[in-house]
């Protein structure tokens, strides 16, 4: 299913960017 990748996808980047954040 194309919209649970997405939503895969989507997840995995919001985190990173919280992490990234987070960070500094």
């Known amino acids: ?3 649970l990748r997405l939503l ?3 997840t ?3 985190n990173f960017l ?3 954040c ?3």
Do not use: D, N, P, V
């Open 1 to 3: 299913m194309a919209l």
């Open 12 to 14: 995995l980047l919001s």
């Open 18 to 20: 919280w992490l990234l």
């Open 22 to 24: 987070w960070q500094t």
């Open 8 to 10: 895969g996808a989507l």
